[in-house]
């Protein structure tokens, strides 16, 4: 499916290996890519699409069930931020440190920054855009690491992955 429209829907990326297969084929246009933010939102756990790409930035739609969540990671070849377009989240710091964000609210994270967050309990599914911009696009732009320093694979586990389970409802 190439996104270079407004109309067609980005399919959700279950692993790692298609997530780098998605920015490979996506990197590969030369021309302006155009998107419709569209999502199938869901009611237990999250979705990632990602929507355009280069060697140097990502756009990633992505959602989260109500009380979805992430666990303590940092992203080492890559900053990115987050534009929340539906419902809330909190994002937590190493130390304990959190704070709240809402609709309309952009979080920025520098690489090597550790850092996790939870969707608002109760609330409408959070929709979030993603930006990522490579420091080293020659190396892996997904890298990421857990509290330890050791490779953390965002699909598993212990990412507090749960399979998806889609409803009726559509953010567009």
């Known amino acids: 499916m190439r996104m270079d429209t407004d109309q067609e829907t980005a399919p959700v990326v279950t692993d790692m290996a298609t997530w780098r297969s998605e920015m490979q084929r996506l990197s590969q246009r030369t021309s302006p890519t155009f998107v419709h933010l569209r999502a199938q939102l869901p009611l237990q756990g999250r979705t990632n699409q990602l929507l355009a790409a280069s060697p140097n930035l990502s756009v990633v739609l992505k959602t989260y069930a109500s009380g979805g969540e992430n666990e303590l990671h940092a992203h080492t070849n890559e900053d990115h931020a987050f534009l929340v377009l539906q419902g809330g989240a909190t994002f ?10 809402a609709q309309h609210d952009c979080v920025l994270i520098p690489r090597n920054s550790l850092y996790w967050f939870v969707a608002d309990e109760g609330a409408d599914p959070l929709v979030l855009v993603r930006f ?11 890298a990421r690491v857990g509290s330890d320093g050791a490779p953390f694979d965002g699909f598993s586990e212990a990412n507090k992955e749960v399979p998806i389970v889609l409803g009726p409802r559509w953010f567009e």
């Open 92 to 101: 937590h710091g190493p130390q304990g440190e959190s704070r709240k964000v």
């Open 132 to 142: 990522g911009a490579a420091i080293d696009p020659s190396t892996d732009v997904n």
